[in-house]
Nanobody, 121 residues
Framework: QVQLVESGGGLVQPGGSPRLSCAAS????????MAWYRQTPGEERDLVAR???????NYADSVKGRFTISRDNSKNTMFLQMNSLKPEDTAVYYC???????????????WGQGTQVTVSS
């Protein structure tokens, strides 16, 4: 069993700089790609940023230059530093990871429960 737990969301003023964290736990042998997605009501869940196990990153155009994704492989943790937040960044942010467990040879995708980020004055 693998769990992903996000933290760091909440109410933020426009221009704010919160940092989201995602901690993976359980019977984890290796984590490949990790990513942040976000979703607003009635919309699809969209990729925000992705990071490989080697540290390569890619970002949605809407957040390039404002958000930075990073990870600590030794702690199975991923972060999203969000700067210059705008009201349109308001969404539920989800952590996603592709994980291989000790007892399973395949990699499987897992999702966190999501954390709400609301950008408002």
């Amino acid at each position: 069993q693998v769990q992903l737990v996000e933290s760091g969301g909440g109410l933020v003023q426009p221009g704010g700089s919160p940092r989201l964290s995602c901690a993976a736990s359980g019977s984890i042998f290796k984590i490949n790609d990790m990513a942040w997605y976000r979703q607003t009501p009635g919309e699809e869940r969209d990729l925000v940023a992705r990071i490989t196990s080697g540290g390569d990153t890619n970002y949605a155009d809407s957040v390039k230059g404002r958000f930075t994704i990073s990870r600590d492989n030794s702690k199975n943790t991923m972060f999203l530093q969000m700067n210059s937040l705008k009201p349109e960044d308001t969404a539920v942010y989800y952590c996603h990871a592709v994980v291989r467990q000790f007892t399973i040879t395949l990699f499987n995708p897992y999702w966190g429960q999501g954390t709400q980020v609301t950008v408002s004055s």
